[in-house]
């Protein structure tokens, strides 16, 4: 009996996972923009953007994580391909009506595979900075929202979130 095709690229015909073979898709450049928040009790956003935090400027150490993370990412998630990425820019946002921060990561390379889940990384990986640096003060903040709102470059094409 055939299997159904899912449109699952990471999984061969007999459902084994595998890095996908990019060797014949065409260079092109490409962008990734994802998005997510980290929502926290309106002292602890206070103690951030008036740059009161103990272990420092919360905003500016987690966006240097993030752009680490976003160059990581081959490291982290098990069947990315490495990348040259040629840009990563992270911003953090104050959001007093959350209250918390918002995050927006952009990652461009020139190549034959797309930037999503190195955007995806950065933007996970400054929440997760910002939590690690706050913590102490609020043990309830929410990490949320994290999602691709711009894809361009190579066969699929752009795709823009609603």
Do not use: N, W
């Amino acid at each position: 009996m055939d299997k159904p095709d899912t449109g699952l690229t990471h999984f061969d015909d007999s459902g084994a996972a595998h890095m996908v073979d990019v060797s014949e898709k065409a260079v092109t450049s490409r962008i990734a923009v994802a998005e997510g928040y980290v929502k926290m009790a309106q002292h602890t956003f206070e103690i951030i953007t008036e740059g009161r935090a103990k272990k420092g400027d919360v905003i500016s150490v987690a966006r240097l994580a993030g752009i680490m993370g976003a160059k990581k990412t081959a490291d982290l998630i098990p069947l990315c391909h490495p990348l040259p990425i040629t840009k990563v820019s992270v911003d953090l946002t104050q959001d007093p009506d959350l209250p918390g921060l918002r995050i927006s990561a952009t990652v461009k390379t020139t190549g034959q595979t797309g930037v999503e889940m190195e955007a995806l990384t950065a933007v996970s990986v400054t929440a997760l900075t910002v939590h690690d640096m706050a913590k102490a003060v609020d043990k309830a903040m929410e990490i949320g929202g994290i999602r691709v709102t711009l894809k361009d470059g190579g066969k699929s094409g752009r795709y823009e979130a609603s």
